[in-house]
């Protein structure tokens, strides 16, 4: 147990729908991490958070948007759904910002399936 | 940009045989170099980590040594076992950025 958690497990949705998933950190750790892992792309970043402020942008759609809140949870909503946004989606969090050295640790990610 | 390039799967082997997944990089600066493990139906696990040239991560009876000579971090281990079926996952990271991946190798691992 890497100490993230991730909710929900799964979400089936229809295209054109909205979702929000949701992360919360391992205790004590600032920074949070969202990457998408599909058949084609592989694992792919896409957003990072730092104790509350957006620090670096990956691959995100602009129908996709994030935040992390005062308790450093992080929600990554998905809009607009389409087919191709089926995949497993990771959040990860670590200590800070002590450069590349420190590990992130990964929830078990949220399985998301739009049909 | 910097990437990370794993030998493609799968690899099958018998139990007890000796395991080898290339992992090669493209990076400027020196970066850290990490193996991740996706069990079935989990989340990743970080396996072993390198964080500077010369740097032997070992963990699980799993190894890899950072060399930049070869810009290399290849994943060895003497036997395998049944459970070590998984995907493994090569991954750099620079400072003050998020970890690049490989595309993953799938072991299979047979009794």
């Known amino acids: 147990d890497s100490g993230v958690t991730q909710t929900p497990k799964h979400l089936i949705t229809a295209t054109g729908q909205r979702v929000t998933l949701r992360c919360s950190p391992r205790?004590?750790?600032?920074?949070v991490y969202w990457y998408q892992q599909s058949l084609d792309q592989g694992l792919q970043f896409l957003i990072q958070y730092y104790n509350g402020e957006e620090r670096a942008k990956g691959n995100i759609l602009e129908r996709f948007s994030a935040q992390q809140f005062p308790d450093l949870h992080s929600e990554l909503n998905l809009s607009s759904l389409e087919l191709g946004d089926s995949a497993l989606y990771f959040c990860a969090s670590s200590v800070g910002l002590a450069g590349g050295r420190e590990t992130q640790y990964f929830g078990p990610g949220t399985r998301l399936l739009v049909l | 940009g910097d990437s990370v390039t794993q030998m493609e799967g799968p690899v099958t082997l018998s139990e007890e045989a000796f395991l080898t997944i290339n992992c090669t990089y493209t990076?400027?600066?020196?970066?850290?170099l990490f193996w991740y493990v996706q069990y079935p139906g989990e989340g990743l696990q970080l396996l072993l980590k390198?964080?500077?040239?010369?740097d032997k991560g070992s963990n699980k009876g799993f190894e890899a040594t950072y060399r930049k000579e070869t810009t290399s971090f290849h994943l060895e281990k003497g036997s395998v076992q049944v459970s070590d079926s998984a995907v493994y996952f090569c991954?750099?990271?620079?400072?003050?950025?998020?970890?690049?991946f490989g595309k993953g190798t799938t072991l299979s691992v047979s009794s």
């Open positions: 990076a400027t600066g020196y970066p850290s």
């Open positions: 390198a964080t500077k040239a010369d």
């Open positions: 991954a750099l990271r620079q400072a003050g950025t998020a970890l690049i």
């Open positions: 205790s004590g750790d600032l920074s």
